[in-house]
């Protein structure tokens, strides 16, 4: 074996210990590109490995967007951050070739980074359908939650709301009603979590809140949380991941 050939075999080695068939990935342009609303910024998208071949390439389905294949260029250069068993890991990638593998459209793409460990677990929004209720905090009650005093909240007057999706830092919700940004609402529901279902009462702000187009008084809302401790953030990344297993097991979301 040629030192060329051990060296590519040791790569592809390593990369299959972080990155699995099947595993979620999220890439954006390194570049920023003109978007649908024609402001530039930097386009997501959202897709899975196929596989890993014996030269260290990863090939990775071919996004889809509204239904429809997006046909990445050959040569353009991404951001990736790969959802695997193992936690999540980003690279920098260069697309090198287009191909179709068993009925299956993919991206050849060899990385031009590092694999390293992303350290905002947070990132990744998991999509679900889970009850909640909310309101609208008062002043002293946002300040009890700043202190640590959350409990003191009254309950009283709360709204229903379904979640939507959800990730270690915010999540997104369907209401009745709209919520002003920048507002800061209450919020509580329940995760499974280590098949036990775990109640969790926090504070958020409202980053967005819209009516959903043909909808009508249905609105998409969009909350950071606020005073949120490591513990329950983990608790809610443990829900992410183990539901997200779960769907690949189950062969969902593929």
């Known amino acids: 074996m040629s030192v060329l050939a051990k060296k590519l075999e040791q790569e592809a080695s390593m990369i299959e210990k972080f990155i699995s068939p099947g595993d979620k990935l999220e890439m954006k342009s390194v570049q920023e590109v ?4 024609q ?38 250069e991404y951001e990736v951050c790969f959802f695997s068993h193992g936690g999540m890991y980003n690279a920098n990638v260069r697309v090198v070739d287009r191909q179709k593998i068993n ?44 202190k640590q005093l959350g409990y003191l909240v009254s309950e009283t007057d709360m709204k229903r709301g379904v979640i939507v999706d959800i990730s270690g830092g915010g999540l997104r919700f369907v209401s009745r009603q709209p919520f002003q940004e920048g507002k800061v609402l209450y919020l509580r529901f ?12 926090l504070a958020a702000r409202v980053v967005l809140s819209r009516e959903i187009e043909k909808r009508q008084n249905e609105y998409e809302n969009r909350v950071k949380f606020l005073y949120i401790d490591n513990t329950t953030r983990e608790e809610i990344i443990k829900y992410i991941f183990d539901e997200d297993r779960k769907n690949r097991k189950n062969g969902k979301g593929r």
């Open 190 to 201: 329940k995760l499974s979590i280590n098949d036990q279902e775990k109640e969790f009462r």
């Open 39 to 76: 402001t530039v910024g930097v386009k997501l998208y959202k897709s899975t490995v196929y596989d890993v071949s014996e030269d260290g390439k990863i090939m990775m389905v071919m996004p889809m967007e509204k239904a429809k294949m997006v046909l990445l260029p050959v040569e353009g």
């Open 34 to 37: 003109t978007l649908p609303d």
């Open 103 to 146: 009925n299956t459209y993919v991206l050849i793409t060899e990385m031009i980074t590092n694999l390293h460990k992303h350290q905002r677990r947070e990132y990744y929004r998991f999509n679900c359908i889970v009850e909640m209720l909310t309101k609208e905090l008062a002043k002293a009650e946002e300040e009890a939650f700043g």
